[in-house]
């Protein structure tokens, strides 16, 4: 039997607008657009929905940074520059290790050279060498990083050669608050992106 829509019912087109604007902002379904005329099942439909981008907005927003959210801005296969000393005594202070680990070319964030060394039975000291200029950088955040006690994933340091992200599972200095710990490598500094302390 052929009939018409009911009248409280809107046309697909009129409908469409009101998805599209939850998908957009959540916010904006609080506000009734078509009031009594659109119906409950429609209504709760598209609450729904907006629940449900929420909470994958709200996730991503959560999640640890990811190696590959910090691509290398380039690469460098060329033979490493030599090391660089001029005004830097702590890279003359390590030179000769800075040498050694220099020489085996980039190993992070495309063109550099993670390079570290022990200070102890769990603590490590490191710099970070630019194989194409020989600059060796230093963090004032992080002079030494420890794990004694650490017992979850992996202690120390996490990097990979295609991306800009450092992470450090222990503790900063003499720091009595341990975690893990995600670094940027931006202007030739690290910036810290976020701390998960453990309680």
Known sequence: MRGKFPATFPPVFDVLPLGMAAI????????????????????????????????????????????EDYPATGTFKDKPAVLDLKGNPKATLFRTHLRRENSKGPNFAGRYRFARWECGKTCNQFAIVDCKTGKAYFSEDLS????????????????????????????????????????????????????????
Request: aromatic letters at 12%; a positive charge; hydrophobic letters at 40%.
């Open 24 to 67: 957009s902002s959540p916010s904006a379904i609080a506000k009734p657009v078509y009031g009594s005329r659109l119906p409950s099942m429609a209504r709760k439909s598209t609450w729904l929905v907006a629940m449900m981008l929420s909470a994958v907005v709200a996730f991503a927003r959560d999640a640890a940074p990811r190696f």
């Open 144 to 199: 030494y990083v420890s794990w004694a006690g650490w017992k979850d994933e992996k202690p120390g340091f996490e990097f990979q050669s295609g991306s800009r992200l450092l992470i450090l599972r222990g503790s900063r200095h003499q720091d009595d608050k341990t975690g893990t710990f995600y670094y940027e490598w931006k202007d030739n500094a690290l910036k810290l992106l976020r701390s998960d302390l453990k309680p």
